[in-house]
């Protein structure tokens, strides 16, 4: 076997990446981490970092836009559309430092910033550099997906990559795309001053989620005059003199919608192409990523990998640092000891307001499925700390089989409805159901309560009628 400069090149620096590199560092294997722009991938420059930001300034505004239910008389605010964005990057920089190559190259991680290019299964070419390897791991990541629609090109639109750029607040936004980011931005260029329309052409918006979570979004994003039009096509960009419309097709025919600047926020496409795969042979799937086995492994070359957004099939950035566990452990293992990924409890929040964070299954596709299952629902307007913080809004949905505590899956619509998942993750994960969340203390007044009030709900609607009535007997025996 000829001597190899690593163990481990793993191609690209978001977040499987810089897992994975993490891990064979820990591990202490000889690693190399290519990255041809940013370390921190999309998460940090792109995605998740600014868009909560973001988020976060325009919910600040939300706050004070409806102040009388705080008692308050008056409360008005003074911005910049560019100071949000400036503190937008601010943000960023402060995180950073957790992805940065200064903090690699502590941990022994050799950093090269350029493009990779695959050579053989075992030698990767960075800066007219040739490395040679035992293992390679994909983590090439995913760009926008931007529609040929006609005429598009003619606008420059922004997509989550371009996006951050912005500093003059567009008057008139239109947002093609009804998903988690299409939605997430949606509302938040409508907080801070954008008047934005939503165009989606399936029947609702957050489509993979059952009915009622969906139409709450909904009604929420009219309540605060965004114009969200379901089954509607974007068709062409027209421009009419100083003028831009988008001809839409929806339940009404044909219309025009006019915008000053467009977001296009319809899906991601995996960044599989260009460095040589294709020259070594390996497969892509249907919907381009890369085709990995059960151990992550690409069905054609055992020795490297892929794990993030490339591979899918959650394009989440925690199922992306899950993946390259995997990765790194079984490439650096193998064929000795390797682990089958795991994908029995993958949690997600889609991070608008109302927040709306499931794991497991929901109706639609327990149905789909034909899983047998019951419902319990707890109203979040009945609890104490939503009430005390004027958000008593929202639901918790878990899903049983008929007649046992076991959870085949939570959604949660409302106030921290990504924080308040977390207990059910864990639960289903080890195996408890909802009467061990019920027998468990959580402190009051807090939102995680609900939690607790959700398996109480449950309980209730299974107590033991027969002994219940035993017992009534009892006590009134003892009565005398």
């Known amino acids: 076997m000829s001597k ?43 995605g998740c970092v600014p868009s909560k930001a973001l988020i976060r300034s325009g919910k600040i505004l939300s706050y004070i836009q409806r102040h009388e239910k705080f008692g308050l008389k008056s409360a008005n605010v003074e911005f910049d559309f560019a100071d949000i964005m400036e503190r937008v990057q601010s943000i960023i920089s402060k995180v950073e430092p957790h992805d940065s190559i ?15 290019r695959i050579r053989s299964p075992h030698e990767v070419e960075v800066n007219g550099k040739v490395l040679t390897t035992k293992n390679i791991i994909i983590a090439t990541g995913a760009r926008p997906a931007v529609p040929p629609i006609p005429g598009l090109d003619q606008v420059e639109p922004l997509t989550s990559e371009n996006l951050w750029n912005l500093r003059e607040l567009p008057k008139r936004l239109l947002v093609a795309g009804g998903g988690p980011i299409g939605s997430e931005l949606a509302q938040a260029f409508a907080r801070v001053g954008s008047q934005v329309t939503q165009v989606e052409m399936l029947p609702d918006i957050l489509s993979r989620e059952d009915a009622e979570v969906s139409r709450t979004v909904r009604q929420k994003f009219l309540a605060e005059g ?16 100083s003028r ?27 960044n599989a192409k260009g460095f040589g ?14 085709e990995v086995d059960e151990y992550l492994r690409t069905t054609t070359h055992k020795n490297i990998y892929a794990c993030g957004d490339v591979a899918g099939p959650y394009q989440f950035t925690h199922t992306a640092a899950h993946q390259a566990w995997y990765c790194a452990v079984n490439a650096l293992f193998s064929p000795f000891k390797k682990f089958k990924v795991d994908y029995r409890v993958i949690p997600w929040c889609t991070f608008t307001d ?8 929901n109706e639609m596709e327990a149905k789909e499925k034909n899983i047998p299952y019951e ?11 939503a009430i005390a913080d004027s958000e008593d809004h929202g639901f918790v949905k878990v899903l049983t089989p008929p007649g046992k505590d076991k959870i085949l899956g939570v959604t949660i619509v409302g106030y921290h409805a990504g924080d308040l998942i977390a207990e059910y993750v864990l639960a289903m994960k080890h195996g408890l159901g909802l009467n061990k969340i019920l027998g468990t203390i ?14 109480g709900a449950w309980k209730q609607a299974h107590a033991p009628t027969g002994l219940l009535k035993w017992i009534q007997k009892f006590h009134t025996w003892r009565r005398g």
Not at 281 to 286: E, F
Not at 442 to 455: G, L, Q
């Open 4 to 46: 190899k400069d690593y163990n481990l090149i793993v191609i690209g620096g978001g977040s499987a990446g810089l897992v994975s590199a993490y891990i064979g560092s820990v591990l202490k294997a000889k690693v190399a981490l290519i990255e041809k722009h940013k370390m921190g991938g999309d998460c940090l420059n792109t």
């Open 102 to 116: 200064e903090r690699y190259t502590r941990l022994g991680v050799d950093c090269f910033t350029g493009e990779a």
């Open 244 to 270: 831009t419309f988008m001809q839409v097709e929806g339940p009404q025919g044909m219309e025009k919608i006019e915008f000053d600047r467009i977001l296009i926020a319809v899906g991601r496409a995996a």
């Open 277 to 290: 795969l294709e020259e070594i042979g390996v497969k892509l799937g249907p919907r381009g990523t890369v």
């Open 226 to 241: 965004i114009d969200v039009r379901v089954n509607t096509k974007c068709k062409e960009v027209v421009k009419e003199g």
């Open 354 to 361: 109302p927040e709306v964070a499931r794991v497991g299954l």
């Open 375 to 385: 419902v319990t629902t707890y109203g979040i307007d009945d609890l104490d700390r």
């Open 442 to 455: 959580h402190i009051y007044p807090t939102m995680a309560e609900a939690n607790k009030f959700a398996a």
